[in-house]
């Protein structure tokens, strides 16, 4: 018996080494507050750095805020290949043009991944229009869309669109897009999510979460049964909810046990502090994102002077 178990152990932990990410860390490049260097705004942007992979999660809300800021962090943006874009909304796409300019070389932005229906929208808040996609396809880059859960590099991993399973409704209101000749309204249909598959479990970054966060949160628990979501990074937001739905999302977040979360952009200063309060997480591990924020996944969240 002791040598079958030992057997399994062994079977198990050599899977487990070939698949998983044994290095990660993250640096938020564009979120509403800024820390001690960089300049906040509008919109998102993250630098994900897992083992030998260097991949950019959204490109922030201005033309020149990822570009500045990563100069100001001493974070160097040269030599990347893949470029996430987690949907189609002005405040995640805006510094693409600049970066590619900035690396005319096609060493920036050669791989654009989106989730499928990206180009649907016509009319702000829509960050790169159909006919734009051309120029970025004529300065070296290429589109690539994810309709379902896939790999784009060891250890890293896009949902896809992921299927509204609760109506979180975690979307700007009001607004209608047409698939096809139908008019439905605009959920963000092409709201896709990063998973990185740690040696210490699943760490998730999200954009805006317009697809819904605990949506999004169980669609990954599915890709990977039996696996533990350590950590919870990005927009998810919530700015327009209620209290219900605070708590409804915060008892949710519980419930999965997430070690660490950092509420960045929409994800709105009272929703963080709720999940904080109803998930008994602390001022360590659950954070509003600032500029220049770090999550390692051997040392935790890094902050700079506010804390
Ligand atoms: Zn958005
Ligand atoms: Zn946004």
Redesign the pocket.
Known sequence: MRKLLFLIGLTITVTTQAQDVTKLKITILSTMVADLKGTGEW??SALVEADTSRILFDVGGRPNTVRDNAKELNVNLQGIRQVVLSHN?I??TAGLSTLQKQFPDGATASLLYTGPNFFLRTAIPVGILKADSATYAAAGSQFITIDHPQKIAPGIYLTGPVPRQYPEKNYPPGKTLTISGTTIEDNVPEDISMVIRTNKGLVVLT??GHAGVVNTLEYVSKQFPGEKIVALIG?I?LLDAKTEQFDWTANKLKALNIQYFIGA??TGLNSVYRIREVTGMTKENCLVGTVGMTFDIDLGIKTGWLK
């Open positions: 919109g998102f909304h405040d995640h954009g805006c927009g937001h952009h929409c």
